[in-house]
Every structure is written in structure tokens, then in C-alpha cells.
């Protein structure tokens, strides 16, 4: 296996080569390889927490600032955007300028938008500084993979990324519950303010921690043509993601979007083909096993991320739960990757990956399946065994993927090869949640007119079946004002199992997506660049 030589920059003007099998092992805490699994946990913290604790504050920003519901969706679409989009360019920027330096710079730029958010007085401003929230959030994640890549020996990678990725699910999973205490007890505000402590801790662990680690033949130039044209194709398949619930899947907007990026991926792709240093070398793809977690990543997100979009609607809006209650709920979930990622890690280690993740995605497929049969008085013993056991599944697959995609890549490109990832899981939780989202609603429009008959409520107009349609899609009862009890009482049963049949139909799409993910799980193998920038300190 052939060794990629690095160069540690310990300072300004501070450069040795170091070879991956040098034995001499890191001098004090700078470059200590757990001590810098530390510094970067931190900092994805505090990105990972962002993605699910600001939905339990949007209703308090709408109050507060007399915010349309449009407006409060661009909170969170203005946030994806930016981060989708921006992944693989930052990744690059970290390959060519260095992952510490790009790794602080996003600490000190997510920190300082999220006190712009908390001091921000109308909707626009929040708007603004979201987008500048996932711009630089794109710029820590990549960062992270690329530090720990070049910092651990080869033998204990799986273990990093298994820590790593223990961080990302249960800061995922945590934020609902911090933040319904926040919003609670304190302020909207508060959510975003929580990120300057935690971002001044990250800043200064990393100053004294990290090292840079940059590969001898790290790209010096940049692909500004394949960077505008990889931009603008994101955007516009995330943008057509995202406005396809309220256009319709065959609206001509959403087709004209959809199109137009598969134009942009066309010409980005035949441009790499001609510049002399591209934005993603193409020949990078001729890796199966890269590929494939590429693919695994995606397939991966639109399962859980889709499934899991519903049953958030399931806890709170059929059982009634707070937003507390509902994320609670959810701690088997987290508690188990908690547990299974640095198993994973090191079971991914001695195994090699590819029967870890094919036997994480039949977890992930038969939870799906055992959570197409809840009902609406689903006990919390059933729901936890089908949540734990995802839980159980997703662990190692976060590893194991990431792991497929960083270490089959050689080291000058594992910035590249970290926002290729993170991007895939953008992607595929944005695809999962509007493909399932459709499952959903056509389900719901077929079966609410004939559930609304059969149960003798009185007819709907064609508008107000429209409209209760839209509500019973997120399980609430469209219950006008002012109907008598009992009536109020049948139409939130005949909404309840409507929703039920639809989140149904969803999660057995989604278990049919883990199954086909078992397959593409059985294409994995061990990185074969793993030891690249493996060595440059010892544990």
C-alpha cells in the first residue's frame, strides 16, 4: 500500500515532512490524535446541535417577530442551502489551505452568526446570518474528517470516526430536548447564544491542540468554473427538493429546477475532465468501494431522515406530546448510536466494513418495517424497541461509510472527499423528506375523501378538502372552531388513521430503500488510502 507524505505546519513559516511510518510519537498535547478527536467534536457539537434544536424555537421566532410561516421555513431552508451547496468547495478550501485553519475559521464564523441571530431584531436578519450559520458550518465538517484522517494511525481511524459520529447523532437527537428547555425557561435567543460558549471552548482547544497535516501534493490552484458549475447544480436539485411538497412533483418549476441541475452536473462533469487541477478529480469515482458509500450515504439518509421526518409528527401531533416529551421519546434512538458507534468502530476495524454496514442497513430496513405498524395507541415499549433497533443500525453505517469514502480517497483529497460525504447525507435527508413526503400526501388525498364518508361527517368542499388534507398530512385534525364535541372527536380518529395509513406506506419505502442499501453495502471495502495520513503522530 503506498504512503502519502504529509506536511506538518505546527506554526507560521514551521514545515517538516513527516512520513506516515515515522515512530516517533506527538510531543505534548499539540497533535495528540485523542486530544484532536476532542477538539473537532466540539466544534461538529455545536454544527450537529444546530440542525434539530432551532425547529423547536421557530414558533417563538414567529411570534416574537411577526413572522410569516414562509418565513420561519426559510430559518431551516436558508440553513440546508447554504451547507449543501457549500460542502465539497469546502472541503477543497480545507485540501488546499489546510484543515486547521478552515476548521477554526468555521468555529469563529458559526459562533459569531449565532450571536448575529440572537441579537437580530426582525425575520430577514435571522434569514441572513442562517445562511452565513450553514456557510460556515460547511467549512467545519469536511475540516473535522480531513484532522482526524491525517492525525490517526490507520488501526484506530474506526475508532475516531466512531467517536465522531457518537457526537453527531446524539447532538442530532439532543437538540429537540435542549431546546424545548431553552425556548421553555429562557429565550428563542438563548438557542443561538448557546453557540458562542461553545464555540470560544473550540477555538481555544484548538489553537493549542491541532495540528496541520497537508498532503505534498495538495492542490495549489482552483477550479473556479467546476466550483460555480458543482454550486449551482446543488442548489438547484436542493432547491427543487425542498419546493417540491408545495409545487407539486409535476409542476413544471420543479421539472424545469431538476433538469437544469442535471445540466450542471453534465457540464461540471465533462469541465473536470479538461482542468488541470479539478474541483473533484472524477477518476476518484473509478473507486468502487467510494462509490458505493457515496451511494450507502444517500440511501442511508433518505431512510432515516425521511422516516424519522414523520414520526416526529407521529409523538407530538397523534400522542399529543411537548416537544420535550417527544424527544425523550427518542432516546433509544440516540442512546444507542451513543453505544454502537465506537463498537462499530472497532468491530468495523477487525471485520472490515462491509458486513457491519450490510448488516446495519437490515437493522435500519426491519425498524422501518416494524414502525410502518404503529398505530395511533402504539405503547412506548413498542416504539422504543423499534427506535433502538435504528439506532442500532445507523451506527455502523455512520462509521463505516465515512470510513469507505475518506480512506478509499487519496490524502491530498480527504477535505474533498469529507464534503462529498457530509454532502450525500445532506442530499439524501432532503430527497428522503420530499420523496416521502409525496408517499405521504398521495396516500392521505386518496384515502381521507373515503375515511371522511365512511365515518358520516358532513361533505367537504373541494378547497376544504384541500386544506384538511394538508393538516391531516402532519396528524393534525382539521377541527374547526366551535364544533360540538363529539363530532371533534370523530374527525381527529378519521385524521389520526388517515395519517397513520400514510406514515404506513412511507416507512415501508423507506425499509425498501434499506434493503436496496444492503446490497449496495456489499460493494464496501476498507480504504484503501487509509494509512495515507495515517502516522503523522502516534497514540
Not at 504529509?6 to 510519537?25: F, H, L, M, N, Y
Request: aromatic residues 8%.
Amino acid at each position: 500500500m503506498t504512503s502519502q507524505t504529509t506536511i506538518e505546519t505546527t506554526g507560521p513559516g514551521d514545515k517538516a515532512p513527516v512520513s506516515p511510518s515515522d515512530p516517533t510519537p506527538a510531543k505534548g498535547l499539540r497533535g495528540h490524535p485523542w486530544l484532536t478527536l476532542i477538539s473537532v467534536a466540539v466544534g461538529v457539537m455545536m454544527v450537529a446541535l444546530d440542525g434539530t434544536i432551532v425547529a423547536i424555537a421557530n414558533p417563538a421566532i414567529q411570534k416574537d417577530l411577526g413572522a410569516s410561516f414562509a418565513d420561519v421555513q426559510w430559518i431551516t431552508n436558508g440553513y440546508f442551502l447554504a451547507l449543501a451547496v457549500t460542502l465539497i468547495t469546502a472541503g477543497k478550501l480545507g485540501d488546499r489551505f489546510g484543515h486547521r485553519q478552515t476548521f477554526l475559521i468555521g468555529i469563529v464564523g458559526f459562533a459569531a452568526s449565532s450571536a448575529a441571530i440572537g441579537l437580530s431584531s426582525s425575520i430577514a436578519l435571522v434569514v441572513v446570518f442562517r445562511v452565513f450559520q450553514g456557510l460556515f458550518g460547511a467549512l467545519l465538517m469536511p475540516a473535522a474528517l480531513g484532522l482526524l484522517r491525517a492525525t490517526f494511525p490507520a488501526e484506530k481511524l474506526n475508532m475516531a470516526i466512531g467517536i465522531w459520529g457518537m457526537v453527531i447523532g446524539a447532538s442530532t437527537a439532543g437538540g429537540p430536548i435542549l431546546g424545548g428547555l431553552l425556548v421553555e425557561h429562557v429565550s428563542w435567543q438563548s438557542v443561538f447564544f448557546i453557540n458562542v460558549p461553545v464555540g470560544i471552548l473550540a477555538l481555544v482547544i484548538g489553537l493549542v491542540i491541532l495540528v496541520d497535516h497537508r498532503a505534498e501534493n495538495a492542490p495549489r490552484s482552483f477550479d473556479v468554473l467546476g466550483i460555480a458549475l458543482l454550486s449551482g447544480a446543488m442548489f438547484c436539485l436542493v432547491w427543487a427538493l425542498i419546493k417540491a411538497p408545495a409545487w407539486g412533483w409535476g409542476d413544471g418549476k420543479t421539472w424545469l429546477f431538476l433538469v437544469v441541475s442535471v445540466a450542471g452536473f453534465g457540464f461540471f462533469a465533462l469541465w473536470e475532465t479538461k482542468v488541470k487541477e479539478p474541483l473533484i478529480p472524477l477518476n476518484l469515482f473509478r473507486s468502487v468501494p467510494l462509490s458505493a458509500g457515496v451511494v450507502l450515504m444517500v440511501l442511508m439518509a433518505i431512510a432515516f431522515m425521511g422516516g424519522l421526518f414523520f414520526v416526529t409528527f407521529y409523538l407530538q401531533n397523534v400522542h399529543g406530546m411537548s416537544p420535550i416529551d417527544a424527544g425523550l421519546h427518542l432516546l433509544p434512538l440516540t442512546g444507542m448510536m451513543i453505544v454502537g458507534s465506537p463498537l462499530a468502530g472497532a468491530m468495523i476495524s477487525k471485520t472490515g466494513p462491509r458486513i457491519p454496514l450490510a448488516g446495519g442497513m437490515a437493522c435500519v430496513a426491519i425498524a422501518m418495517f416494524g414502525m410502518s405498524t404503529l398505530e395511533t395507541d402504539t405503547g412506548s415499549g413498542v416504539m422504543s424497541l423499534w427506535f433502538a433497533m435504528l439506532g442500532l443500525g445507523l451506527a455502523p453505517v455512520m462509521v463505516g461509510a465515512t470510513e469507505v469514502i475518506v480512506g478509499n480517497a487519496p490524502m491530498e483529497l480527504s477535505g474533498v472527499a469529507g464534503g462529498l460525504q457530509q454532502a450525500a447525507m445532506q442530499i439524501g435527508g432532503s430527497l428522503g423528506t420530499a420523496v416521502l413526503g409525496a408517499v405521504m400526501a398521495s396516500k392521505v388525498d386518496n384515502d381521507l375523501a373515503g375515511n371522511w364518508t365512511a365515518a358520516g361527517l358532513p361533505e367537504l368542499t373541494a378547497e376544504q378538502q384541500a386544506q384538511a388534507s394538508e393538516a391531516v398530512q402532519v396528524g393534525v385534525p382539521p377541527v374547526a372552531p366551535g364544533t360540538p364535541e363529539t363530532v371533534a372527536a370523530q374527525i381527529t380518529k378519521v385524521a389520526h388513521d388517515t395519517f397513520i395509513s400514510g406514515m404506513s406506506l412511507a416507512c415501508l419505502v423507506a425499509a425498501g430503500v434499506g434493503v436496496v442499501a444492503v446490497l449496495v453495502a456489499l460493494l464496501t471495502k476498507r480504504g484503501e488510502n487509509a494509512e495515507a495520513g495515517a502516522g503523522a503522530a502516534h497514540i
